[in-house]
């Protein structure tokens, strides 16, 4: 196996222009050993290509794929000209079949193929700018490379098996790798929302790399989203446990799944701004034991609704759940927690779905007609050691008793990494607000 290999990501949100470009092409040229690259569809081409099958507004589909052509051209010009442009001619046209076939006869792999598009668009188009610039590249599909996927549709998974056995990359340039697709037995499959991190990191672990940096448009990962607005600390690190459990709750900092391929080789992920490369931003790694066990981050998945059912005796406790998740994935509509028990099943989905999804559940003749709860916010609390650690529970619900909230820890399987608890929806903004000022997670 080669050696000293660098495996680097760039997302939708670090090619959204000419400058993001410009950065990509440093950052390739700079890296230590081998560079191998890993790239999203370029920044709005994935949600339009979602919007066109999904919703077939009135543009034909040769004005629609004429606008993605321009949007690539606008922002890596040397594409025209490049060995690929025939290729990237011949992609775009393969985009308007399958947008076509799905039309007439949708496809759960041909809606997959034609979304795979916007990473094919993408890889053809930075190799174009890095060899424009000097530096050997070229593209490398997913399908070529051998990266296979388990499952269908948008939640499939790596086959790391397969994948390290077949994984093949051109030598003596830097492949430019497509992420978030890959081939199942079926077809085409997609790794869901961020799926791209996940591509980054299974061909690390197949290759045997050295590092992965994922290129972002933040520095590194806060103790808080950036969604909320608050001035949150910097993490310089965190255990893979820690990234794995804070990503589930704070989209879109990294794909849940996308450490685990490094858990056992020990490979270091970096989260880095694109256009500060002279910042460290956070490295994730093996854990590291603390002294005093602290909770380092809160992660929120804001205002969601309960739909909650009792079964007869007569209903299957596993048909049950198994129906009511079907039935909701086509409507795609996102569960965000199952909890189901004897006699009883709850699921949580967020507000904005909440009566969508229970005239759904209700049409459904085996299924009983779900009542809707009040809506609550999960928090998750993030460190290593805390989850068994009483003093830390205890001076949350502290905390939160100072500030009038509403605060009911889960009484769950036990995690050592991790506290998650619930509030009022209402009261979210307020509990993330005091509960971070009172833990020292926001920036002086």
């Not at 081409?45 to 051209?73: C, G, M, N, W």
Request: hydrophobic letters at 40%; one cysteine or more.
């Amino acid at each position: 196996m080669e050696l000293n290999i660098h495996v680097h990501k760039f997302g939708g949100s670090c090619l959204s222009n000419i400058a993001d470009i410009d950065a990509v092409v440093e950052r390739v040229r700079n890296s230590d050993g081998r560079a191998v690259v890993v790239v999203s569809a370029f920044s709005g081409i994935t949600d339009r290509l979602i919007e066109q099958i999904d919703y077939r507004p009135s543009s034909s589909k040769s004005t629609f794929t004429a606008s993605v052509e321009l949007e690539h051209v606008e922002r890596v010009p040397e594409i025209v000209n490049s060995p690929w442009a025939v290729r990237f001619a011949e992609t775009l046209h393969h985009l308007a079949d399958s947008l076509d076939s799905h039309f007439k006869d949708p496809d759960i792999e041909v809606r997959a193929d034609a979304l795979a598009c916007g990473e094919r668009l993408s890889s053809l188009a930075i190799a174009a700018a890095l060899d424009a610039r000097g530096i050997p590249a070229v593209p490398a599909w997913s399908e070529e490379t051998g990266i296979r996927l388990l499952g269908r549709g948008e939640d499939a998974r790596v086959d790391a098996n397969q994948t390290s056995q077949l994984l093949d990359i051109p030598a003596g340039a830097v492949p430019v790798i497509t992420g978030w697709y890959g081939v199942t037995k079926d077809g085409y499959a997609l790794l869901g929302r961020g799926g791209s991190d996940l591509t980054a990191t299974a061909v690390a672990a197949a290759l045997d790399a050295s590092s992965v940096t994922i290129w972002r448009d933040v520095e590194g990962v806060l103790a808080l989203s950036p969604r909320w607005t608050l001035p949150a600390r910097n993490l310089s690190n965190l255990s893979y446990t820690e990234a794995a459990e804070l990503a589930l709750f704070s989209e879109p900092m990294l794909h849940p799944s996308a450490v685990e391929p490094l858990r056992s080789p020990g490979i270091p992920l970096f989260l880095r701004p694109l256009h500060s490369p002279e910042v460290d931003g956070t490295i994730i790694g093996p854990s590291i034991r603390l002294d005093e066990p602290i909770v380092r981050a809160v992660g929120c998945l804001p205002r969601l609704v309960p739909l909650s059912w009792t079964l007869s005796s007569a209903l299957s406790l596993a048909e049950s759940v198994s129906d009511a998740m079907s039935e909701l994935g086509r409507a795609r509509i996102r569960v965000a927690s199952i909890r189901a028990q004897p006699g009883r099943v709850r699921l949580l989905v967020s507000s904005r779905m909440a009566d969508y999804a229970k005239r759904i559940l209700s049409e459904k003749p085996s299924l009983p007609t779900p009542e809707l709860g009040q809506p609550i916010s999960i928090l998750c609390f993030v460190g290593e050691g805390i989850g068994v650690d009483s003093s830390i529970r205890e001076q949350i619900a502290s905390f939160a008793l100072e500030s009038n909230i509403q605060l009911q820890f889960s009484e769950e399987e036990q995690r050592n990494h991790a506290l998650h608890a619930t509030v009022p929806a209402d009261q979210t903004e307020q509990s993330i607000r005091s509960l971070c000022t009172a833990l020292d997670l926001l920036a002086p």
